[in-house]
């Protein structure tokens, strides 16, 4: 059975850094790319971060970028989210998630987020 | 950045009723686009990926269509599990934007 255990959320000061904890069960875990995933106080779904299967290649939303770092440790079958200069802005449920893959008419490989933690609430307030 | 809209926003329905949801791209995103419920306090579920195809284990009365910049979610016969809120999003290019969110709600 696939599972996904974020952990590491919790209150924080503005300007202040947590990191952010993923583990990976039931699934290889380095043949598959990451995400994270947010989702504000009554807000909307909002795309963080992606790391591919072998970690060579990385993106980030706007929002994030130069202070917030993914990476992932094939060894302990983790994924991580090093959050830096925190803004109040950042309070949100931090959601990892599985990045699913499908190859239709042998050209279009289409991805998707099939399987997801529970989350775990990151607060940044003075 | 695509921007992907959803309408409506909100709605409300029956059980048993017949509801649609739509998407819009901001560009044509051929089938790169994917279906998610989310409820309160859970983690969001995957429902429907590529545009159509309905992901493993989802009951068959979600159904999905489209391609370039319009797609639609379908719910048949809606029962009162269905009662969430539904997000569009498209893996065309990063950012992988979603769209704002339909809330279904209970008549």
């Known amino acids: 059975e696939v599972q996904l255990v974020e952990s590491g959320g919790g209150l924080e000061q503005p300007g202040g850094s947590l990191r952010l904890s993923c583990a990976a069960s039931g699934f290889n875990f380095s043949t598959f790319d990451m995400n994270w995933v947010r989702q504000a106080p009554g807000k909307g779904l909002e795309w963080v971060s992606f790391i591919s299967g072998s970690g060579g290649t990385i993106y980030y939303a706007d929002s994030v970028k130069g202070r917030f770092t993914i990476s992932r440790d094939e060894a302990k079958n983790s994924l991580y989210l090093q959050m830096s200069s925190l803004r109040a802005e950042d309070t949100a449920v931090y959601y990892c998630?599985?990045?699913?893959?499908?190859?239709?008419?042998?050209?279009?490989?289409?991805?998707?987020?099939?399987?997801w933690g529970q989350g775990t609430l990151v607060t940044v307030s003075s | 950045d695509i921007q992907m809209t959803q309408s409506p926003s909100s709605l409300s329905a029956s059980v048993g009723d017949r509801v649609t949801i739509t998407c819009r791209a901001g560009q044509t995103i051929s089938m790169y686009l994917n279906w998610y419920q989310k409820k309160a306090g859970k983690a969001p579920q995957l429902l429907i990926y590529a545009a159509s195809s309905l992901q493993s284990g989802v009951p068959s009365r979600f159904s999905g269509s489209g391609s370039g910049t319009d797609f639609t979610l379908t719910i048949s016969n809606l029962q009162p599990e269905d009662f969430a809120t539904y997000y569009c999003q498209q893996t065309y290019s990063t950012p992988l934007t979603f769209g704002g969110g339909t809330k279904v709600e209970i008549q």
């Open positions: 998630a599985r990045s699913g893959r499908v190859t239709l008419f042998g050209v279009l490989t289409i991805t998707y987020s099939d399987y």
